[in-house]
């Protein structure tokens, strides 16, 4: 499965051990950037994935700033995209079961690597419910229009 993935500076270091560990589990990575240290603006990465999901390069990403919150507000900007801030297993959970998130947020500055892994485990493994859940994800999405 191909997967998104992108960062700022303040998430560069979990961004790329996450990487590193989904390709192990066979996943192909397509990281838009950032790609060093250096000072940057969350924007244009999270600007960069989300466009990505609009081609149909992948149709899920993963971003990482210091909090995941400047990363998310970013890419929840961007047509089609449905991105959660996740630094915790059971929002990582719901945020599929019921809001059928299409991008994952997290804060390098929040959790651990350990945790990180294990959200990205059950978001990657955890199917959208569907039923009333889907009324509701309609009436989000027209809030683009
Ligand atoms: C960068 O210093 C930091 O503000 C950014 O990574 C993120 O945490 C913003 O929400």
């Known amino acids: 499965m191909k997967l998104l993935m992108g960062s700022d500076h303040g998430g560069i270091h ?4 996450l990487a590193e560990y989904l390709k192990a589990k066979g996943y192909e990575i397509i990281d838009v950037g950032t790609d060093s240290e250096a000072s940057c603006d969350y924007p244009d990465f999270a600007a ?3 466009g990505e999901i609009g081609k ?17 507000i970013a890419a929840n900007k961007c047509k089609g995209i449905r991105a959660a801030v996740c630094n915790d297993v059971y929002n990582a959970k719901m ?42 994800i309609d009436k989000i999405m027209a809030l683009e229009k």
């Open 14 to 17: 979990l961004k790329k051990h």
């Open 56 to 72: 149909g390069t992948a149709t899920k990403g993963i971003l990482v700033c210091g909090t995941g919150i400047g990363i998310s």
């Open 95 to 136: 945020s599929r079961l019921h809001n059928d998130a299409n991008v994952l947020c997290m804060g390098e500055r929040t959790i651990g690597v350990g945790t990180a892994e294990l959200i990205v485990d059950t978001w990657l493994n955890t199917e959208f419910e569907g039923g009333r859940h889907a009324r509701r």
């Open 48 to 50: 960069k994935l989300c």
